[in-house]
């Protein structure tokens, strides 16, 4: 069971807020530019994200029905800002993975034990859009 909506409710007002602006260079952190479906509003939304290869890994910690997830997937996918880069990405795929084999050992820990979110998000680089200074 994926973290409670309403935790999601209080970070977006919240933490969030802070996390923005660590996000884009932060280890283990990255931001989602995406687009809202109904609104075309462009949204930021900080998040833990692994590069793998050619691939970002993100944990669904408030499981593949966010807002954010369902814009990602309707559109085919999104630019992602990590590690001071831009990346363009695609071919969103959500699955499940109880075990979190593709997280770092702490973050396996939390999604596992703690949030109990075994939902990820995969993401192809298509190619770098910007290098950030």
Not at 15 to 33: D, M
Not at 74 to 102: I, W
Not at 104 to 111: A, D, E, N, S
Request: hydrophobic residues 40%; charged residues 30%.
């Amino acid at each position: 069971m994926p973290a409670p909506r309403w935790i999601a409710r209080v970070n977006r007002v919240g933490l969030n807020r802070i996390t923005r602006f660590i996000a884009p260079w932060a280890p283990g952190w990255a931001v989602v530019i995406h687009r809202g479906r109904k609104s075309g509003r462009t949204f930021r939304t900080p998040l833990w994200a692994f590069r793998r290869d050619d691939r970002y890994v993100i944990a669904l910690t408030y499981g593949p029905e966010s807002d954010w997830v369902r814009n990602v997937l309707a559109a085919g996918g999104c630019q992602l800002e990590s590690r001071r880069r831009c990346y363009e990405v695609d071919n969103p795929r959500v699955y499940r993975d109880e075990t979190a084999a593709e997280m770092p050992p702490f973050i396996r820990f939390m999604l596992r034990r703690v949030i109990k979110a075994p939902d990820f998000l995969s993401l192809n680089v298509r190619h770098t859009v910007k290098s950030a200074r």
